[in-house]
C-alpha cells in the first residue's frame, strides 16, 4: 500500500473555525508519469465531487493490488472555503464572499519572470530543459503569496500539481453535455481522456485569459517557448484539461462510477496504473476551438423560455429560445426570439429561467469563430 491521506490546515478566518484540505496520495513520489486530479474547485459544482469518491474508491482497491505505477493525486474536495457559502438554503459556491473573484479565475501566474529565472540555463535538450524549468516553477510556487484561507488554499493546490504531467480539474457546467477543456498543443494528445469519458464536445484554447487553475499550469510554457525561441525547446509536459461533467444536477452514483471507471481507464492507458483499459472507445464529441463556441447572451431581462435543449443539433438562425416580459400590457407583444449564429449541438443552458439583460443563456459548439463584442472567451 502507499496511499497517505494529507491533510492541509488553511489559515482560520474567524475565531473557532478552521478548514482544510485532504489529498490522497497514491504511489512513490516523484514518480512518473505524475496526475493531478481535483473536484469541484467551484464548490456547488458536485459531479466532480462524486466522481472523485468513486475514482478514490478503484484507486485504494489497485493500491492494494500493488498496481499504481505513477504517482496520482486525488483532491475531492478542492475548495473548503466555497463548500461553506450557503445563503439561507442557496448554495453559492462559485464566487468567494470576500473578494467577490471566481474561484476559477485570476490564479497566479506562474509564468511572471520565469524567462530570467531559467536565462542561461536553457540548452538543445528538451528533457533537460523541462527539468529546469519545472524547477524554478517549484520555486515561484513556494513564493506565492499565501496569507489568507483562499490564498493559502491556492498555494497549496498549485504545490500539489504545478510538476505534474496531467492536471484534471473536475467541473460541470449548469445543464450541460458532458464537455472537455484542453489545448491545442495537446489535442489529438488528449483524445484518450475525451474518449474514456465520453464527451460529446472539446473546446481547444491555449490562452483563454481567464487565468483559470488548468491554464496557469500550461500557459508558462507556452509563453516561455515564445519568449526563448525555438532554439531552446521547452515544450509544455502537462496535460492540462478542464472536465465539465455534465449539469449541477446530474449527481448520480450511476453516472459518477462510469466517470470515475473513465478517469480510471484513461489512467491506465498513461501508465499510472497498472492493468489493461481494453480497447480505446469510439469519440463521440465534436471538435472545436473555443472562440468558435458561441456564447448566446439575451439583450432583454424575462423569463426564458428555451425551444432547444441542450444536445439538440440547431443551425444558423434558428430560435433557441423565446424571452418573455411578464409585465407586458398585451401578452401577445411579450416575447423576442433569441436566435442563433452557429450551426452544432447545444452544449449547454441555464437552471435559473429568469434572467436579466445580458446573462449567457447557451452555449452552441459551432464551427468558426464568431465576434464577440465582449472579449471574454469564457462567461465568468
Ligand atoms: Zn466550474
Known sequence: MSKVVQRIELDSMSPGTERFVKAHRYGKPGARPKAYLQASLHADEIPGMLAAHHLISLLDDADARGDITGEIIVVPVANPVGAGQVINTTFAGRYDFRSGVNFNRRWPDLSQGLAAKVKG???????????????????????????????????????????????????????????????????????????????RAVLLCDDSGAASFDESFFLPWYRLQKEVGPDYPVPAPVLTSTVEFRGQADVYDELAIQDARGLFRFLQRRGLIAGDPGPLP???????????????RTPKAGIIAYRKREGDVVKAGDVIAEIVDPLADDPKKARIELRCQSDGPILSTRAMKAVAAGDTVAMIVGDKALPNPTGLMLSD
Open 282 to 296: 469510439e469519440l463521440t464529441a465534436k471538435v472545436t476551438n473555443l472562440d468558435a463556441c458561441e456564447i448566446v
Open 121 to 199: 540555463k536553457l540548452g538543445k535538450d528538451a528533457e533537460a530543459n523541462i527539468a529546469t524549468v519545472r524547477q524554478a516553477l517549484g520555486e515561484t510556487v513556494e513564493q506565492i503569496y499565501a496569507v489568507g484561507e483562499n490564498a493559502k488554499l491556492r498555494r497549496e493546490l498549485m504545490r500539489l500539481a504545478h510538476d505534474a504531467d496531467i492536471v484534471l480539474d473536475l467541473h460541470c457546467d449548469d445543464i450541460a453535455l458532458l464537455h472537455v477543456y484542453t489545448t491545442n498543443a495537446f489535442w489529438p494528445r488528449a483524445r484518450d481522456l475525451a474518449a474514456e469519458v465520453g464527451a
